[in-house]
């Protein structure tokens, strides 16, 4: 059974960057689709971006153009660049299969974007 490990969040200032990963267990990961979710407070979970098996990568619109979704199938890591991070940009975020599978939600990691 596949689990998920989310680390790379933390505290940043409007226009800074971060780095997130996800580290997958599990052999299967190299054939899964996933993607990057996240929570803000008082809202619904949503998709930020997704990626094919083949590295094919999709966003919504308010990642186009800031946020960079990749994969290392070797490592069973996925991965999100974000730049140009905003206030807006303040949630949980979490890896998932894509769709997202309900028994592989994990803790997920914190971004807060704040001067």
């Known amino acids: 059974q596949v689990q998920l490990v989310e680390s790379g969040g933390g505290l940043v200032q409007p226009g800074g960057s971060l780095r997130l990963s996800c580290v997958a267990s599990?052999?299967?990961?190299?054939?899964?689709?996933m993607g990057w979710y996240r929570q803000a407070p008082g809202n619904e979970r949503e998709l930020v971006a997704s990626i094919t098996r083949g590295g094919t990568p999709n966003y919504v619109d308010s990642a186009k153009g800031r946020f960079t979704i990749s994969r290392d199938n070797a490592k069973n890591t996925l991965y999100m660049q974000m730049n140009s991070l905003n206030p807006e940009d303040t949630a949980v975020y979490y890896c998932?299969?894509?769709?997202?599978?309900?028994?592989?939600w994990g803790q997920g990691t914190q971004v807060t974007v704040s001067s």
């Open positions: 998932n299969t894509y769709p997202p599978s309900a028994q592989l």
């Open positions: 599990g052999s299967i990961f190299s054939i899964l689709q």
